[in-house]
């Protein structure tokens, strides 16, 4: 065994090279930035090829094939990294046409966001097929971009040769492509049923939350956010500084300071996505890095909520990248405000540190929040919901106030969360008071009615926490109080058990179980108050989804019902009515989540 | 001045492809004793109609309906299916006879003698488009998924085939009288030509207003055509000799090719994007946004002939309507459109629907079109069904391809002045 061989069953991690962002993101002493990513330790086969992951290099079409890439010296449970720091060439170009490099880059970097949502979930996630493994195809076609597709349960990858003065693009080696990708991969497994024709904020969300991943994952790279800052000698200017050190009012001094700061550290590389295709698609700005999206940058109003730009899921998905992002530089800012104030800057390290905390303690808040949002039907205010709930669940105190930053970014952008959606059995959200409610087109059902609340009897708490029939069963018993209407047709289609750590250590074991409610009918028998959008076939029947999150604590007892009922008229009208525009168009088996769209000018 | 009182076009049954004719009426004579004056606007098709004149009959019509002058003749971009006929050599004949006094063609088409007044971008992109006729042929060739597929992706390839002779004629034309290059900004002197007919041009916009007309919604395009100008671009996209799917099952695959890999390996291979359409098709919407866009006004009344340009072509004039008052008036009281690219995808901006939906301006559409010539592709049918409904909720939809049996013209005619719209007439039976 050599030096840089690490041992697969003694480790629950090992390290392994990938670029930190793409091969175009340089260093202060322009050096491309390596990270060394921890991969959850397993059994590694040529490929590589783990116990979720499966790298072939193929070429869609022309067959070419690279061999698959063994990264061990004969025994399976070693691994060794053939290009860390003392191995690699010195010139990266070499690097980038190492098909075996590109395969490990890609294997690492997915390897390390899987790991990272199932950290934050507390359980493995499966993919969309209900297989093992998840292929990954890093010389799939000639474009400059990457797509999921669901239907080859793999993600492709495209590459462009070096042509003319322009060097060879391979989309395998940008961190943000491969996490963005990855993560949609991820979200189709936790949550297949938003590919479902629905609201545009459905799919926004999906973009949203790969960008977002992509983005603040990067953090937690040892050293990456520290070299990206760094000037060259271990510091970082904030040129407001000065000024706002000087303003005599103490606490005005303060605020701007910290203002000042997050601007600046909106600019750097951290918070852009994709520099290398950015690069290719717009002119070089000099000074600044390209890149093909930078969303922190997006105003906060609530304009894009009329702009029909913003229907398009990219753009829209913006919105949500931008809360965060704002949020985070804001929590950032802050954390430095103790901070000392030398003559030549900022201690880089400290800066860094306190961003990589922000982002980590953000991505976590969002990840915790996956299993509470609705499984069918989301919207955006259902995120923001899910994401308090969940951290007040986890981390009951907010010291730091991260929830009423993230609250007031969202609110910001005219998303606020619903009131009353989301029924905890606490007390912290009592049901909706009967004027509020929205307006069903039925009576409720005269045979649900629940004598005291909630009731547990003839149920067994075990099969409960496994069993959908079980769960469907307090469904049933408890109908009324639940304020489901299971006249309709309502599945339990998930249960699962859930451990969560919080962020001071607290474990918190839950059992999660989703039920989707589903109802079709003629355009003209729909439900009183919904209306058939014009142009719909009479005799094609109209599918409308509803559905909800019941959330079980460690004892069996019910904790918390995330609600978007199948009857709610208002949203199924606007949907259809969303639908009806864009001609009934969106959704299918097929769709593939790419990075790019195509224009919107197309009719 | 004179003012034309009557205006009209016509619109011959050419298949798939563009051959207009219009004409102006005059209450008195002009100058050279004519009241007529006539615009030629394109000339070719790649798919005749079943029932439908060749183009040496067409060109005949056109020396009959002209009365032996035309005084104009637009030719929209290079494709075969907008100039073939000027390289058709009987139908080439007729024309000259009629010895065009002005030849309006897209910046992109200045003859090789004069391209030094262009800047190196421009030159550059110009370098690509000459490339462009030899690459359609070779893409011609490729390995597609499926019949249907060869069979589109043969039928565009085919467009951009080299029309040397219909350039030839053109640029002969030019030399023997007088030319136009135009972009998108400027207004056409036509008054000695075209008395009373203004001729602004909304496309196609320069390299520095759009540079997404060469690198446009897609990175990957450009990289095309930079490889298409390499030649490059068949050997990337080409199983080559050694890489066949059973070596890939063999070395990916393991053991024996029936390793977990080959479902994966042969999901791909069955129900592949084909990447060899996709370029034939990006291939050939570079040379469609070259397309000269012509907003003609006669007295009251506009009509609007965008040969097949595509949405890049048209982001320029478009992003102007919020800022350009007078342009979003004049846009928005278009009489009578000339449906873009055949009634393709992507050919009207969802963003003119919409500004003539608010305008309440009715107006009525021309597609000169075949149906089933282009299969259907992921993209859909040529023309789109979605775009008719759209443009039907506008005014009238008017389709050569519905035209009675053996009838080879469309008249859409108008008043100058006056509420009254145009009207459509079929021309006779021609047997």
């Not at chain 1, 008229?569 to 969106?586: S, T």
């Not at chain 2, 309507?321 to 008036?329: D, G, I, M, S, V």
Request: aromatic letters at 6%; a negative charge.
């Amino acid at each position: 065994m050599s030096a840089a061989d690490q041992n697969l069953l003694h480790h629950d991690t090992v390290a392994m090279t990938v670029f930190a962002q793409d091969p175009i993101v340089l260093t202060a002493g322009k050096l491309p930035l390596f990270a060394q990513l921890a991969v959850p330790a397993e059994r590694l086969q040529r490929g590589p090829r783990g116990h979720r992951f499966h790298v072939v290099d193929v070429g869609v079409g022309t067959n070419a094939a690279a061999a698959p890439v063994v990264l061990n010296d004969g025994d399976p449970w070693t691994y060794r990294d053939r290009w860390d720091a003392d191995h690699r060439p010195a010139d990266p170009a070499l690097l980038v046409e190492d098909a075996d490099f590109r395969a490990q880059n890609l294997f690492a970097v997915a390897a390390h966001t899987l790991a990272l949502f199932e950290r934050h979930l507390g359980r493995p996630i499966p993919w969309q097929s209900r297989y093992p493994q998840l292929y990954l195809v890093p010389r799939a076609r000639i474009e400059a971009n990457a797509f999921y597709s669901r239907e080859h349960n793999a993600v492709l990858f495209g590459w462009l040769p070096a042509t003319g003065d322009q060097p060879s693009l391979y989309t395998a080696l940008s961190y943000d492509v491969i996490a963005h990708e990855v993560s949609h991969a991820i979200l189709d497994g936790l949550r297949p049923r938003y590919t479902e024709p629905g609201l545009p904020d459905q799919l926004a969300f999906h973009e949203a939350l790969a960008d977002i991943v992509a983005l603040l994952s990067v953090f937690s790279l040892k050293d990456v956010a520290k070299r990206l800052l760094d000037n060259g000698n271990g510091k970082i200017v904030f040129p407001g500084d000065e000024a706002a050190m000087r303003n005599p009012d103490q606490e005005v001094g303060r605020r701007l300071m910290a203002e000042w700061r997050a601007a600046e550290l909106k600019a750097t590389p951290l918070t852009l996505l994709a520099e290398q295709i950015g690069g290719r698609r717009t002119p070089a700005v000099p000074g600044r890095y390209p890149a093909l999206r930078r969303s922190v940058d997006l105003p906060a109003s609530s304009a894009w909520t009329t702009d029909p730009a913003f229907l398009e899921p990219h753009r829209r998905a913006e919105v949500l990248v931008a809360a965060f992002l704002q949020t985070l530089v804001a929590i950032w800012a802050a954390r430095l405000d103790p901070l000392r104030v030398d003559q030549d800057g900022v201690d880089v390290n400290r800066v860094a540190e306190e961003g990589v905390k922000s982002a980590q303690h953000l991505l976590g808040m969002l990840l915790r929040a996956l299993d509470y949002l609705p499984p069918a039907e989301l919207e955006f205010a259902d995120v923001i919901d899910a994401v308090l709930t969940a951290d007040r669940r986890l981390a009951s105190d907010d010291d730091r106030g991260y929830r009423d930053k993230l609250r007031a970014a969202f609110a910001a952008f005219g998303i606020t969360p619903p009131e009353h959606q989301m029924v905890d059995e606490d007390g912290d959200a009592a049901p909706p008071p009967a004027a509020r409610r929205t307006p069903t087109p039925y009576r409720a059902d005269p045979d649900a009615k629940t004598r005291g609340g909630i009731r547990y009897e003839h149920l067994n708490l075990a099969a409960l926490r496994t069993s959908p029939e079980e769960v469907y069963q307090f469904i049933w018993n408890n109908a009324g109080a639940l304020g489901i209407d299971v006249r309709l047709t309502t599945r339990v289609e998930r249960v699962l058990g859930s451990t969560r750590v919080g962020p001071d250590g607290l474990v918190l074991n839950e059992t999660i179980a989703d039920y989707v409610q589903i109802l079709r009918a003629l355009p003209a028998e729909l439900p009183p108050g919904i209306d058939a959008p014009d142009g719909l076939p009479a005799d094609e029947p109209v599918e409308l989804l509803g559905g909800g999150v019941l959330v079980f604590d460690q004892f069996g007892r019910f904790r918390l019902h995330q609600r978007k009922p199948v009857l709610d008229v208002d949203r199924q009208n606007r949907r259809l009515q969303y639908l009806a525009k864009r001609g009934f168009r969106d959704g299918g088996d097929k769709r593939r989540f790419a990075l790019l769209h195509d224009g919107e000018d197309e009719q | 001045m004179s003012t034309p009182s009557r205006v009209r076009l016509r619109a011959y049954k050419v298949g798939f492809g563009d051959c207009l004719l219009l004409t102006m009426t005059y209450r008195s004579k002009l100058p050279d004793g004519r009241t007529e004056r006539h615009v030629l606007i394109d000339c070719g098709s790649v798919a005749r109609a079943d029932d439908g004149p060749r183009m040496a009959e067409v060109a005949e019509l056109i020396a009959e309906h002209s009365g032996g002058q035309l005084d104009a003749v637009v030719a929209t971009h290079r494709h075969r299916d907008h100039v073939g006929g000027f390289g058709d050599a009987r139908a080439g004949e007729t024309l000259d006879r009629l010895k065009p006094r002005l030849v309006i063609r897209p910046w992109t088409d200045v003859p090789e003698s004069e391209r030094d007044q262009l800047d190196d971008d421009q030159r550059h992109f110009l370098g690509i488009l000459d490339q462009l006729p030899a690459q359609a042929e070779r893409l011609g060739l490729f390995a597609f998924d499926s019949v249907a597929q060869a069979k589109r992706a043969a039928r565009l390839a085919e467009l951009g085939f080299k029309n040397a002779a219909a350039i030839a004629r053109l640029e002969g034309w030019a030399s023997d009288s007088k030319a136009h290059y135009v972009t998108a900004g400027e207004t056409i002197d036509v008054e000695a030509e075209l008395p009373g007919v203004k001729i602004q041009v909304l496309g196609p916009p320069t390299l520095k207003d759009v540079p997404a007309l060469t690198r446009y919604a897609k990175e990957s395009e450009e990289y095309w055509l930079g490889l298409a100008g390499d030649s490059a671009l068949a050997e990337l996209l080409q199983p080559s000799g050694t890489a066949t799917p059973a070596r890939a099952r063999r070395t990916l695959a393991q053991p024996g090719g029936v390793g977990a890999a080959e479902w994966l390996l042969r999901n791909l291979d069955e129900r592949r994007v084909s990447q060899g359409l996709e370029i034939v098709e990006a291939l050939d919407d570079v040379l469609n946004n070259t397309s000269v866009i012509l907003l003609v006004t006669i007295g009251s009344r506009r009509i609007l002939l965008p040969g097949d340009a595509q949405a890049e072509n048209w982001s320029r004039t478009l992003d102007q309507l919020k800022t350009n008052r007078r342009l979003a008036t004049a846009l928005g009281k278009v009489d009578l459109y000339k449906v873009g690219h055949h009634g393709s995808r992507n050919a009207t901006p969802k963003r003119l629907t919409a500004h003539w939906a608010q305008s309440a301006h009715p107006v009525t559409s021309l597609l000169t079109t075949k149906r089933g010539v282009f299969e259907k592709s992921r993209e859909g049918a040529v023309p789109k069904p979605e775009l008719i409904d759209g443009l039907a909720a506008l005014g009238p939809v008017h389709n050569t391809d519905d035209l009675p049996p053996d009838v080879w013209w469309l008249d859409l005619e108008a008043p100058t002045r006056g509420p009254a719209n145009f009207a459509a007439t079929p021309g006779p039976p021609v047997r």
